[in-house]
């Protein structure tokens, strides 16, 4: 079943480029219906709006709450037909009675290895810590930040001459790769729930999904379940 994307982004919107490349290149099947944000200069609306994406963008300090702001979006993306929100550098906690409006059906990415290192500042927290491995996850959203079921994770190591610049330069290359495919699960009803578990069903070619890694001279990085063609 083909996914109606509304997507949430408040800065760059690399994510949201690499999902239409995605659904450009028919290997995503889904459709972007709107791109929305808080943040009315984010450099991510201008991206939609080349590719011809309608957007949506107020900032949210013109709102009485954190309610109103929110009622507004889910009424944009109702209008917009979206069965499906994607968060991609979104900055904003969104309040329950949204996360409720779309149970199952928002997802976010976060740059780290959840349940490390949540919050805003992820890639520098992990330089800070000194961890030797971090990465990406994307996750179902419920109402706490960051805290979600798991769908997929990449892990990489941290190098010793990693800068905050060289260390999300690399974190952002799998993220460009895990969130098109976590939504194509999604799209394919291959997600399925147990407890805080996302299990992965087979797919029409597919009875496993085993971890896909690689290497090349700027790092290791091991993905699971694995990459179906992304
Ligand atoms: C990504 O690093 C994502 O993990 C985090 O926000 C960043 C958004 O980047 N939630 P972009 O705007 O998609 O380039």
């Given at each position: 079943?083909?996914?109606?994307?509304?997507?949430?982004a408040s800065?760059?919107?690399?994510?949201i480029?690499?999902?239409?490349?995605?659904i450009?290149g028919?290997?995503?099947?889904a459709?972007?219906?709107?791109?929305?944000?808080?943040?009315?200069?984010a450099?991510v609306?201008?991206?939609?709006?080349?590719?011809?994406?309608?957007?949506?963008?107020?900032?949210?300090?013109?709102?009485?709450?954190?309610?109103?702001?929110?009622?507004?979006l889910?009424?944009r993306?109702?209008?917009?037909?979206?069965?499906?929100?994607?968060?991609?550098?979104y900055?904003?906690?969104?309040?329950?009675?949204?996360?409720?409006?779309?149970?199952?059906?928002?997802?976010?990415?976060h740059?780290?290895?959840?349940?490390?290192?949540?919050?805003?500042?992820?890639?520098?927290?992990?330089?800070?810590?000194?961890?030797?491995?971090?990465?990406?996850?994307?996750?179902?959203?419920?109402?706490?930040?960051?805290?979600?079921?798991?769908?997929?994770?990449?892990?990489?190591?941290?190098?010793d001459?990693d800068?905050l610049?060289?260390?999300?330069?690399?974190?952002?290359?799998?993220?460009?790769?895990?969130?098109p495919?976590?939504?194509?699960?999604?799209?394919?009803?291959?997600?399925?729930?147990?407890?805080?578990?996302?299990?992965?069903?087979?797919?029409?070619?597919?009875?496993?999904?085993p971890y896909?890694?690689?290497?090349?001279?700027?790092?290791?990085?091991?993905?699971?379940?694995?990459?179906?063609?992304?």
């Amino acid at each position: 079943m083909s996914l109606t994307i509304a997507a949430l982004a408040s800065g760059t919107g690399s994510n949201i480029e690499a999902i239409c490349a995605c659904i450009e290149g028919g290997r995503l099947d889904a459709r972007m219906a709107l791109v929305l944000s808080n943040a009315p200069e984010a450099p991510v609306l201008d991206k939609a709006r080349a590719r011809g994406i309608p957007v949506w963008a107020r900032d949210h300090k013109e709102y009485a709450d954190r309610v109103a702001f929110d009622q507004e979006l889910l009424a944009r993306i109702r209008e917009s037909g979206a069965d499906c929100v994607v968060l991609a550098g979104y900055m904003r906690l969104l309040s329950p009675f949204f996360v409720g409006a779309f149970a199952g059906r928002i997802l976010n990415i976060h740059p780290a290895l959840l349940p490390a290192f949540p919050g805003a500042r992820a890639g520098a927290d992990a330089l800070a810590y000194g961890a030797r491995i971090t990465g990406v996850s994307v996750h179902f959203v419920d109402e706490s930040m960051d805290n979600g079921p798991v769908i997929i994770q990449a892990a990489l190591p941290v190098h010793d001459h990693d800068t905050l610049e060289s260390l999300m330069a690399r974190i952002h290359a799998l993220e460009h790769r895990i969130y098109p495919q976590a939504l194509q699960w999604l799209a394919e009803k291959r997600l399925l729930l147990e407890g805080r578990r996302v299990i992965l069903l087979p797919g029409r070619e597919t009875r496993e999904t085993p971890y896909t890694h690689g290497a090349k001279s700027s790092g290791a990085w091991l993905v699971s379940p694995g990459l179906e063609g992304f």
